[in-house]
């Protein structure tokens, strides 16, 4: 049985192999890449259960609250599909769980020689995303021609455009664990990689990958240099721009903030009159149920009694009205789980920030937590499948990267 056990982990952990050319060529894809390897994984766990108490339950003691309050506001949630989202939630923590217990029953020479090959599938997924999400700035036209191939088949569906965003969005996240750990043998090839996909990000259509790759430098580079242990700092920031975000965003639109300072620039690209109009609607409407908030994914396509009256202003001010999600995730947690949740989220929060992985130097850990929030402040809703895969991955792939012997991590 153990012998067995072993072979199905082994084969769970090599399905991970596929993450590069899914990071580079089909991000959605991260979604059923996790859900066949954990199952994998889970069904070896399940094979010797005695595994079972390999799982850390102490590290995540303050995260468990906030887990358990979003499934109980299932009851007050008016979303479609609320539910199965939490069920898909629940899903990747087991999954993740079970990754990891079978990679730690791996050899330690294995073990290495698994976490190199992965490493090498993300960078060769970095740099399938950086050369697809330069086609704007060195062929603009590839756009035109994927779409009318893709009108052309009857089987699929290529989106060149979402597809290159998504990628783009999620190649910080996944740089900055790589150049932490073979910063000492590689520094300038990813000093050079982080250069390359600050600058096609920049001339991109993504914003949210621009975002989360400055983060993540700046946040590595004051770290790097200035030794300074910010966690609280970090969440104080934190908490008091979450807990203000309703009336941040309110006041922004009744002072047309964004119409009178913003530069050009971000008004065109980022449409950020009409996230001002978004933002101003869903905190308006985030206040009308400030302790406990609408539910699970209720942000998703919300519709407001009211609706009728945020329309007005937004003709007022000529902007295009749509309220698909929120685009913030400050209000969207204020909105979905109101102040008491947020409250509990905070202590999930203050509860990532002490997570210690394994000799993971304060630059490295800190810079992968701001590119992360680069990915998530102004852009996704975290409910999307792919997302919630690939921030399970990633804390998978941190978790196993850093060990003890690895003394020279930065």
């Known amino acids: 049985m153990a012998k067995t056990s072993a ?84 899903l990747v923590v087991v999954f993740i769980a079970c990754l990891r217990i079978t990679f730690k029953s791996l050899p330690l020479d294995e073990q290495d020689k698994f976490k190199h090959r992965l490493s090498a599938s993300l960078l060769f997924g970095i740099l399938i995303s950086i050369s697809v999400g330069s086609y704007p700035l060195f062929w603009p036209e590839l756009s035109i021609a994927v779409n009318n191939i893709s009108n052309q088949l009857t089987f699929a569906n290529i989106e060149l455009f979402r597809q290159s965003n998504r990628s783009l969005a999620l190649i910080p996240v996944f740089l900055f664990p790589l150049a932490g750990f073979y910063w000492h043998r590689a520094r300038w090839l990813f000093i050079s990689l982080i250069a390359i996909t600050f600058f096609i990000t920049a001339n991109s259509n993504s914003q949210t990958a621009f975002l989360a790759i400055s983060l993540g430098t700046i946040i590595f580079l004051f770290a790097y240099f200035y030794k300074y242990e910010g966690k609280k700092l970090i969440f104080s920031v934190s908490a008091i721009g979450l807990l203000l975000s309703p009336i941040i965003f309110m006041k922004s639109f009744e002072n047309s903030l964004v119409q009178h300072y913003a530069p050009q620039i971000i008004k065109q690209k980022a449409s950020a009159e009409q996230r001002e109009w978004i933002y101003y609607t869903y905190a308006n409407e985030a206040l009308s149920r400030p302790f406990i908030g609408h539910g699970l994914r209720s942000t998703k396509n919300f519709t407001p009694e009211n609706l009728n009256n945020y329309i007005k202003l937004a003709q007022e001010r000529n902007i295009p009205h749509s309220l698909v999600h929120a685009h913030n995730f400050p209000l969207q947690v204020i909105f979905e789980f109101g102040y008491l949740g947020a409250t509990l989220f905070l202590a999930a929060f203050w509860c990532l920030l002490n997570l210690r992985f394994d000799n993971a130097g304060r630059a490295t850990h800190a810079a992968t937590l701001a590119a992360t929030c680069g990915l998530l402040l102004f852009s996704y809703s975290l409910w999307q499948s792919w997302l919630l895969a690939s921030l399970g991955f990633l804390y998978f792939y941190m978790s196993i990267l850093y060990r003890r012997e690895h003394r020279n991590n930065v």
């Open 7 to 90: 072979k199905i982990g082994r084969v769970a952990l090599y399905f991970l192999l596929l993450a590069g050319p899914v990071l580079g060529l089909a991000t959605k894809g991260f979604a059923p890449l996790l859900a066949i390897a954990g199952s994998t994984a889970f069904i070896a766990v399940l094979m010797q259960t005695e595994k079972l108490q390999q799982v850390e339950f102490r590290k995540f003691i303050l995260a468990l609250p906030f887990l358990f309050f979003m499934g109980l506001s299932l009851l007050w949630s008016q979303a479609e599909n609320a539910g199965r989202t939490y069920f898909a939630l629940i």
